[in-house]
């Protein structure tokens, strides 16, 4: 089974799928992924991350960014794996993420705050194998509108990890944290001085989860050219777009095809055929379809 298929069938049995033929998810009927549910096992973020290692294992690359938000953990995971820089976006400049070597509290799930702490946090859970969750500042406003991203369990322990530069919300992570039925078995506080990355003449490859309309990956794009980056490769564990068409004046590379989780579906009985057709005609032109 190649890493593509044991995505799919791994985002069907997380449960990172749902699906609205009926009414749009923000303006896009079908199908809709949330990735986020795959931070909740390390064998499903490895397998991940293998899989867009490979990709950039035939791409010219210096360093490796993520996405605001979702494109940090896979990133970070990817970045160990290949040993290449890591880099964030934050308000329009590149830093090089926080290195911490982390004492873990007994827990049970691993969480942090955002962005700083995602790095170091996703890697502790990889070295401890469990699950990794991050909480927003408040809630998303679309998609899942989730403030807690990740699959966890009422009653776990969490150790909560908030690495700050003078703006913490650590305080208020804790009481989302409770409020979801999570228990607090520790919580690792630090500040750290922000620390710019050079990415002048630089080859970045970008991650994403997942592209749909591609707004928010495209500013991204844009903004690290302006600090003088080559960036001329992004890659999306899922992704709608066609994959011979430029996207930024970069090439989109796609770890999962739809057709590779429709035909796992199938196997897996997860649709019904009636659903299953639809969704497949969908996948043909998502943003035009009307159903």
């Known amino acids: 089974m190649d890493i593509a298929t044991e995505i799919a069938r791994a985002s069907l049995t997380s449960g990172a799928i749902s699906i609205n033929l009926e009414k749009p998810f923000t303006g896009v009927s079908g199908i809709k992924i949330d990735n986020r549910m795959l931070l909740g096992s390390r064998e499903h973020r490895m397998l991940v991350a293998k899989g867009l290692a490979e990709i950039i294992k035939s791409i010219p690359c210096d360093m490796i960014a993520g996405t605001s938000l979702s494109g940090i953990a896979p990133a970070a995971t990817v970045a160990k794996l290949l040993q290449k820089p ?3 976006l934050y ?3 590149a830093y ?3 290195q911490s070597d982390l004492v873990p509290a007994s827990a049970d799930v691993i969480a942090s705050t955002t962005p700083w702490a995602i790095p170091s946090s996703v890697l502790l859970a990889n070295d401890l194998n469990l699950p990794y969750v991050y909480v927003r500042p408040s809630r998303k406003e679309h998609g899942m509108e989730k403030q807690i991203e990740g699959r966890f369990a ?3 322990r969490a150790l909560l990890i908030d690495m700050h530069d003078g703006k913490s919300y650590g305080q208020h992570a804790q009481e989302v944290l409770r409020r979801e039925g ?3 078995g520790g919580c690792d506080t630090q500040w750290f001085q922000k620390r710019l990355a050079n990415v002048n003449g630089k080859r970045i490859v970008v991650i994403e989860d997942l592209i749909n309309t591609g707004l928010s990956l495209g500013n991204e794009i844009m903004r690290y050219r302006k600090l003088g980056a080559t960036v001329e490769n992004c890659i999306a564990t899922y992704t709608i777009l066609k994959m011979t068409e430029s996207f930024y004046g ?5 770890l999962v095809p739809y057709e590779t989780l429709f035909d796992q579906a199938e196997s897996m009985n997860y649709f019904d055929s009636d659903t299953l057709g639809r969704l497949r005609e969908w996948s043909k032109s998502p943003i035009t379809w009307n159903g």
């Open 91 to 93: 308000d329009n400049l």
């Open 182 to 184: 999570l228990a607090i």
């Open 86 to 88: 890591l880099i964030i």
């Open 250 to 254: 970069t090439k989109a590379h796609c």
């Open 96 to 98: 090089h993420p926080p």
């Open 154 to 156: 009422q009653g776990q």
